[in-house]
Nanobody, 123 residues
Framework: QVQLVETGGGLVQPGDFLRLSCVAS????????VGWFRQAPGKEREFIAA????????EYADSMEGRFSISRDNSRNTVYLQMNTLRPDDSATYYC????????????????WGQGTQVTVSS
């Protein structure tokens, strides 16, 4: 059983950056694809980015590519989400999730989820 914990959220100003971390325990992440999602109040959870087990072929939602970057360090059982030039509409709870084999944009196919970390972008 893999447990995922997201860290790195917080309150930042517009234009700032944050790096979120997703750390796995109870099993290594090296055999899993990992995705990041977010959910703002009153909105559906949406896909941000995903990365394969090898670290290659990252995939991004069209609206996220350019400002957001996903990477992983299997030796640390950690996947990162670098978020730059943050805007108020980036405010949401950010989740990471893992799947062994899935369509990475389809959140229903992920097997494990973290509890989320809150990001608030406000001046």
């Amino acid at each position: 059983q893999v447990q995922l914990v997201e860290t790195g959220g917080g309150l930042v100003q517009p234009g700032d950056f944050l790096r979120l971390s997703c750390v796995a325990s109870g099993g290594g992440l090296s055999n899993y694809e990992v995705g990041w999602f977010r959910q703002a109040p009153g909105k559906e959870r949406e896909f941000i980015a995903a990365i394969s087990w090898s670290g290659g072929m990252p995939e991004y939602a069209d609206s996220m590519e350019g400002r957001f970057s996903i990477s992983r360090d299997n030796s640390r059982n950690t996947v990162y989400l670098q978020m730059n030039t943050l805007r108020p509409d980036d405010s949401a709870t950010y989740y990471c999730a893992a799947c062994s084999i899935c369509r990475v944009t389809n959140q229903a196919e992920y097997e494990y989820w973290g509890q989320g970390t809150q990001v608030t972008v406000s001046s």
